[in-house]
C-alpha cells in the first residue's frame, strides 16, 4: 500500500513538472557579479514574445580581437549570476559571451513554462543578432541541461542564424527526462509518459541541424543521464563531435578549461 501511495504522489509531481521545480527552478536575487577587472559587463534587457523583460549580461574582453560570439542558454536553476561563471574560460580567451534569463529568472519578468523559455531564446537570438558588434563575428549557440534541450530546438529552427551549437549535460526530451525519474522512484513508464505534457522534444529536433556540432556529457552526470547525451549525439547528423569526460553535472569548463576553450576554437575552423 505504501509503494502505491508513493507512486501516486511521484506521478502527480511528474504531472506538474512542466511548470514545477522538477523542469524550472528559478531565484530572483543575483548573488555573483563579473569579474569586470578582466572583461567588459554590459547590462542589456530585451522584450519576450509576450512582452516580458528579459534581462542579461553581454560579457566582453577588455582587449585583443575578438574571436566569436557565444549566446549560452543556462540551465534551469538560479538565474545569470550563477551560470555565466560556465561559459568565464571563453571570455578569458577572446569570446564574447551573451547570457540571460528565461522569464521568472533573476531580474526578468514572467513566470517559466515550456513554451515561454522557448519563445525567450528565441528572441535572444533574435536581439543578438541585430547587435552591432556580433555583426561579422561568427555565432556560437552554447546551451547547458534545461538550456542544452532549448538549444536543440532554438538551432533546428534557426539553422541559417548561428554556425555552430554546442550542447552539454542535455536531458533529450521533457518526456523521456520525467519517465527516467519516475522509473527510478518506481512509476511505471507509461504512467509518467501519460502524465508529463510535453511541447517538443530534443531529440526529435537534433536531426534537423546541419551546422557542426559538439556534444558534451560526464559519464558521471548524476542530473541528466549520460545515455541522453549520446542518444542526442546518434540522433544528430554530421558534422558532429561527441566529447565524453568525467566530474559531475556541467563541469566541463571548470574541470576542463583549456580544452573546453580549444573545443569552442575547433568549431570555428
Known sequence: ???????????ITLCSCSTSAFFYAPSKELVHYPDTSSYNVEVINFKSGNGNTLNGWFLKPKSGEIKATVLQLHGNGGNISYQYQFAEPLMKSGYQVMVFDYEGYGNSTGKPSQEKVLDDALHALKYIKQRNDVT???????????????????AAKENSQIDALVVEGAFSGHELMAIYVGMQNGAPKWLAKLLVPTKYEAIDYIEKVTVPKLIIHSTEDATCPYFMGRDLFD???????????????LQASRLYGAEFVKRFDKLLE
Do not use: D, Y
Open 1 to 11: 500500500m505504501r509503494n502505491i501511495f508513493f507512486v501516486i504522489l511521484t506521478c
Open 235 to 249: 540522433k544528430a547528423v554530421a558534422p558532429k563531435e561527441f566529447w565524453e569526460i568525467k566530474g559531475g553535472h
Open 136 to 154: 561579422g563575428k561568427k555565432l556560437i549557440l552554447f546551451g547547458q541541461s534545461l538550456g542544452g534541450h532549448l538549444s536543440c530546438v532554438v
